[in-house]
């Protein structure tokens, strides 16, 4: 079975840095896109940051330049660098991969980690 567990979110401190990781793991044969997405209370997920398999990422333009998205393909991992952090960059974010596996083509998310920036 095919899981998505991300690590990393706190608390920090506006204009502060986080690092998030998120490994996937299970019968995996190949993942196609890996991404971040995040939610807000009160609000609908939205995307952050997407990775494809050949490293073209794509941003959200509220974290273009603040946020770096990375991936290591051999250990099915994603990473998630954010800088200059801002109270409006408070959501939990969750893990998102576009995985082939036994059971075929589909769209996976993690649990969520929460990130918490203060003023």
């Known amino acids: 079975q095919v899981q998505l567990v991300e690590s990393g979110g706190g608390l920090v401190q506006a204009g502060g840095s986080l690092t998030l990781s998120c490994a996937a793991s299970g019968n995996i044969f190949s993942i196609n896109v890996l991404g971040w997405y995040r939610q807000a209370p009160g609000k609908q997920r939205d995307l952050v940051a997407a990775?494809?398999?050949?490293?073209?990422?794509n941003y959200a333009d509220s974290v273009q330049d603040r946020f770096a998205i990375s991936r290591d393909n051999a250990k099915n991992m994603v990473y998630l660098q954010m800088s200059s952090l801002k109270p409006e960059d408070t959501a939990v974010y969750y893990c998102n991969a576009l995985i082939y596996s036994a059971t075929g083509l589909r769209r996976y998310w993690g649990q969520g980690t929460q990130v918490t920036v203060s003023s």
């Open positions: 990775m494809s398999s050949a490293g073209s990422a």
